[in-house]
């Protein structure tokens, strides 16, 4: 090794000190003089809503109520936030990331598939990974990454290239990084993993290309596959009997989106997607388990334990792909451990999460496709709503009256929130072949009215009854997620780059401030020195505001 | 199969000869246009287009604000040629969303598909109009008083849209439509708002922007107004045209004329 040369070093020095600032001088940065954080254990995960400074999983918590225990900003002095920095994501597309935070360092991933460590009071890099990507991805919908998880002191991200890659939290060096499926035959990665207990548990994009959807666990230290449940029953399986001919083999059912957990339950709670091809399901008759379905999943072998199919034999691509929220609810009279779940079908249900029995369920957006539900939560279809050669109109259109982007539920309040859209469109169907690697879609849809002439809104809906309690309209079609807090608080963002905040109660607006492109993203909040902060991602750069000093 | 192998044989070689062209003559090729544009081959690339690229573009092609997707109905503001959409197609657009058709695909397809984006636009070459432009020209600032709302090469009024590239966008049959039946496709741009402020001053104006917290108008006058939504004290939107219908105005042969008029208006190249 070359020795700098005693001059150099003295040089260097005197540089340094130069630098630095003086004892007592406001500086942000003193802040991360020791910036080691101490190994994210899974207890500390289990336990997250203690540590509400750190925001340490996709949705705040194994129950993903998104729901955080920081009330120092709140509905008395929101009003004063301030913004406190900015991050501009360097590669242009959109930002769909949720950051985590751990002990003062915020976690980033941005587009394609890369991911960058920042100081979170600051939001200057320590390091960044930049994924090497091939240049024939088969993606459906944009370029997105929602962002990591962290056990120990690795993060684990998806990659478009359908790729897990786990990544050491203090320098961004790749630890290991593993293949999960041929991203040539079509599939993808796009949401952040669930931890559950040593393992990464990840779902698979791709179900506009045939794929046939499942779920992996992975050993968090040594990356091998610990179990696969396939979203879709094989030959001889239950289930595989509503799957008409061969079609179960490219069915889709893509699990593009994270999942939650229940540690006393011990299970696996994730959404699946569309059945494929998506608009065409003559090549599929039958139910097609277990296409937009929540599944109960094992937490130690990935079994199935419960199912429950929101869209048997789907024909608009009703993804069920959102986020699960568990709860435990006053429900007639005594309480009920539960799943919350507004739907892309305009249904909101709650679902006993140890059972999967239905308990409640009803629109909260326009929709014209299904007359109810029945005692089992099944759809009551409107016959003659599938998509046709010609093109039908139908509510919900193919974005859905929600879709993949967060709800929130508020332990204050007991409401659970999500972003919605009453809105149209034509359907058409059209007979498409399979062929691997190709789109397999079997039709699409058209908008007859410009987006402006349709509804969103943040809707609060009492999971007891499945009845909306208010509602607070934004602009066409809104996508941001949710966050709410001990603070009274709920954050959002809108299409037109709103980042706002309403009364968690009443829905009042309280702020809002103009980001000035649209929100794709969820909010998430956490702290640094007792400081607390809140960060939302609008168009290509990551926002974070806090109350003014 | 026999059929087949015949008629693929001579387009392969014809296509191979194609590239051989763009590789080494560009100007020539972009001369020598699409081989690949019949009818059936525009319909083979509207399948292409409906199955891989209406989940961004839209079905209709007419694209989609939100995933950032170009209408591609009209003139392409990043491909004036057929070569152009074929190295658009063949390469993507780095640095966006729009990606590359996948690498295997065969040269004929891309150009059957390149056939079906060229079909989207109307070639003014190709259209016969019955109409004089010259005469819709009297009649735009004449009878028809339509330069009272609208400007071309930046004369005019601001109450309606510019058309002084209308030509780009719209065929003669939509031009007519818009004439006759002018509450047709109105876009939010040119829907009118009723506001009341906290001034408790009420105005009537286009709406030129309208969000989740705030919009913005402008007058008859052409003044520029805008409200928060929360100061707001009354609100109404008109979802349709300030323009009046010219069925009863004008006669047919007027409409065509102006029709002929408004379909020359186009960027000079």
């Known amino acids: ?549 | 199969m026999l059929t087949n192998s015949f008629i693929d044989r001579p387009r392969l070689l014809i296509s191979a000869a194609c590239l051989l062209l763009i590789q080494s003559l560009p100007v020539f090729a972009e001369d020598a246009g699409n081989l690949y544009n019949t009818a059936f081959d525009i319909g083979v690339g509207e399948r292409y287009f409906e199955r891989q690229c209406s989940r961004c573009h839209g079905f209709d092609a007419t694209g989609n604000d939100e995933t950032g997707a170009p209408d591609l109905t009209g003139r392409l503001s990043r491909a004036s040629s057929n070569v152009g959409i074929y190295n658009i197609l063949k390469q993507g657009i780095p640095g966006t969303a729009m990606l590359p058709v996948a690498a295997d695909l065969p040269d004929s397809q891309v150009w059957q598909l390149v056939a079906f984006i060229d079909s989207l636009s109307t070639d003014p070459t190709n259209v016969n109009l019955t109409g004089t432009a010259e005469a819709g020209s009297g009649l735009f600032s004449g009878k028809g008083e339509c330069d009272s709302c609208h400007m071309v090469s930046g004369r005019g009024g601001r109450l309606g849209p510019d058309l002084s590239r209308v030509g780009e966008r719209r065929n003669p049959d939509e031009l007519v439509s818009d004439i006759i039946d002018p509450h047709q496709d109105v876009a939010p741009r040119w829907w009118t708002i009723k506001v009341t402020g906290a001034d408790g001053v009420a105005r009537e104006g286009l709406r030129m922007n309208e969000d989740s917290f705030s919009l913005r108008i402008m007058d008859d006058d052409s003044n520029l107004w805008s409200y928060p939504k929360s100061q707001i004290e009354s609100y109404e939107r008109l979802q349709e045209s300030t323009m009046p219908s010219y069925a009863q105005t004008l006669t047919d042969s007027e409409v065509d004329d102006l029709v002929a008029y408004l379909f020359s208006l186009r960027k000079e190249i």
């Open chain 1, 1 to 549: 090794m070359r020795q700098l040369p005693m001059k150099q070093i003295i040089i260097l020095l005197a540089a340094i000190g130069f630098s630095m600032p003086s004892i007592g001088q406001e500086d942000p940065f003193q802040t991360v003089i020791t910036p080691a954080f101490s190994p994210i254990t899974w207890e500390r995960l289990v336990n997250a809503e203690e540590e509400p400074e750190n925001w340490l999983m996709y949705s705040g918590t194994l129950d993903s109520q998104r729901y955080s225990q920081l009330d120092q900003i709140n509905t008395s002095n929101v009003g004063e936030l301030e913004l406190q920095w900015a991050y501009q994501i360097p590669v242009i597309d959109r930002a769909e990331t949720v950051p985590l935070v751990v002990d003062g360092i915020m976690f980033i991933t941005e587009a394609p598939s890369n991911l960058v460590a920042v100081d979170a009071a600051t939001g200057r890099q320590y390091w960044r990974y930049d994924h090497e990507m091939p240049d024939d991805l088969r993606i459906c919908c944009g370029r997105n990454n929602r962002g990591v998880a962290i056990l120990g002191e690795t993060l684990f991200m998806s990659t478009l290239d359908a790729h897990l890659v786990a990544i050491d939290a203090r320098t961004g060096n790749v630890l290991w990084d593993k293949e999960v499926a041929d991203h040539e035959a079509g599939y993808s990665k796009t949401a952040a993993p669930l931890i559950v207990k040593d393992k990464v548990v990840t779902g698979i994009a791709g179900g506009e290309f045939g794929i046939r959807g499942f779920i992996d666990a992975y050993d968090a230290v040594t990356g091998e596959l610990a179990w696969r449940t396939y979203a879709i029953p094989g030959e001889g399986e239950p289930g595989n009997d509503t799957w008409s001919g061969d079609s179960w083999k490219t069915g889709g059912a893509a699990t593009w989106i994270t999942g939650s957990y229940d540690a006393e339950a011990n299970l696996i709670y994730w959404g699946t997607g569309n059945p494929g091809p998506d608009w065409n399901g003559d090549v599929r008759l039958g139910d097609n388990l277990y296409s937009d379905s929540a599944l109960a999943l094992n937490g130690d072998t990935g079994e199935l334990e419960w199912y429950f199919q929101f869209t048997p034999h789907d024909v608009h691509d009703y993804d069920s792909i959102q986020v699960p929220i568990l709860a435990d609810i006053p429900f007639e009279g005594r309480t009920r451990k539960v799943m919350m779940w507004a739907n892309r079908n305009a249904f909101f249900y709650t679902i006993d999460r140890e059972t999967g029995e239905f308990l409640v369920g009803k629109p909260y957006a326009s929709q014209t496709w299904a007359q109810g539900l029945d005692v089992n939560g099944r759809p009551i279809r409107v016959p003659g709503m599938a998509p046709t050669y010609e093109g039908i109109m139908v509510s919900p259109p193919i974005v859905g009256a929600t879709n993949w982007y967060s709800p929130g539920y508020s332990k204050d309040t007991g409401l659970f929130y999500v972003t919605s859209f009453d809105g149209e469109q034509e359907f058409f169907k059209r007979d498409e072949d399979y062929e691997e690697g190709e789109r397999f879609t079997g039709g699409g849809g058209r908008y007859t009215q410009p987006m402006d002439a349709f509804h969103s809104s943040i809707r609060a809906i009492n999971p007891a009854t499945a009845d909306i309690e208010w509602e607070f309209p934004i602009q066409p079609r809104s996508s941001g997620g949710i966050t709410t807090t001990a603070g009274g608080l709920l954050f959002s963002g809108s299409a037109d780059g709103y980042f706002f905040a309403l009364d968690a109660a009443t829905g009042e607006e309280l702020w809002h401030i103009s980001l000035g492109r649209r929100v794709h993203a969820a909010p998430m909040t956490y702290s640094v020195d007792d400081k607390q902060y809140v960060t939302m991602a609008s168009g290509n750069v990551v926002y974070t505001f806090a109350l003014r000093d």
